[in-house]
């Protein structure tokens, strides 16, 4: 069983906005935080977002400013959404979600990943 499906990625160029989805399933969105993580070619992945059950969210510093992480409770839907785009925010962006948090931009105990979406911003 799918539990997490992002969608919404793609080509965009820089300075563009681009929002992703994340369907999740009942339990995958009951859990206690959910996430956006990111992985480049040839870099570590990075946790870009996160979202915890009150709604408390948490951003990394390279993002902050111009991605915003959401729920809508009513379709158990993540999203994220993505402005002013530069060519070093290219990656593949998953999400996850897991029993507890960080206080940065970090879910705990992963239980539910997501497979992808690509995200190519071109100069």
């Known amino acids: 069983q799918v539990e997490l499906v992002e969608s919404g990625g793609g080509p965009v160029q820089a300075g563009g906005s681009l929002r992703l989805s994340c369907a999740a399933s009942?339990?995958?969105?009951?859990?206690?935080?959910m996430g956006w993580i990111r992985q480049a070619p040839g870099k570590e992945r990075e946790w870009v977002a996160r979202?915890?059950?009150?709604?408390?969210?948490a951003y990394a510093d390279s993002v902050k400013g111009r991605f915003t992480i959401s729920k809508d409770n009513a379709k158990n839907t993540l999203y994220l959404e993505m402005n002013r785009l530069k060519p070093e925010d290219t990656a593949m962006y998953s999400c996850a979600a897991g029993s507890a948090w960080y206080s940065g931009p970090v879910c705990a105990n992963v239980g539910y990943w997501g497979q992808g979406t690509q995200v190519t911003v071109s100069s």
């Open positions: 009942r339990n995958a969105y009951r859990s206690a935080c």
């Open positions: 979202i915890d059950f009150v709604g408390s969210t």
